[in-house]
């Protein structure tokens, strides 16, 4: 069985751990993660191994990166990437109770928790994630780096773009682009296209008062 490491030990981390035990594809090593609180601790009785950095004491172990948020799991994949540890080892983890159709396509490194839904031709990029209950309909297309959040649905022929994010239980009319980096909040109803870099909000979706990008909610070290 392959070895797994999960980078960063957050929320998330620990939600693809259950979904890796439950699975039994993986055998889970550990984690790295970068706070020195958690240095030599264990999180669901798993242990933290040591610094992200530490990554290349482990050369026939495959990796997966948990931070919430994509503009932080892009940051790590540069610094491995420096280290020599490319696309190659990044394993994508699919919830058992996921359904992902023989036409479509998951990137490396990326996740997809129980009951997500990729129904025709969807093409996901590397280190996306998608948390439970997330639809996929027919042509999306999303790009590195994105995350969806609990209860999302795309219409058909959806985009969605780099380290974009979009809050739990939002929907977004078929045929729509959001732009990389760009936030949809929560039980929003997205009707058109939302630009780089904006945060859009409400039924129907605007552009929020301001429109900069709010910082998503974490906890310490940008992790939720």
Known sequence: MAELILVAASGLAREVLAS????????????????PALAGGQLDGIPVLGRISDATAYPGAMFVLCAGKGKTREKIATALAKLGIGSVRYASVVDLAAFVSA?????????????????ADVRLGSHVVAM??????????VDDFATLTAGV?????VGIGRCAYVGMNASVREGCAIGAGATVGMGSAVLQDVPDDECWVGV??????GGDRPHEKTSRNGKH
Do not use: K
């Open 204 to 209: 129907p979706a605007h552009r929020m008062p």
């Open 132 to 141: 439970p209950n997330v639809t996929f309909t027919h042509d999306n297309h």
């Open 153 to 157: 649905s795309l219409g058909g022929g």
């Open 103 to 119: 036409g479509s396509t998951v990137g490396a490194g990326s996740i997809l928790l129980a009951n997500v839904v990729l129904t």
């Open 20 to 35: 890796v035990r439950a699975s039994g594809t993986f055998e889970v090593a550990g984690y790295l993660d970068d706070d």
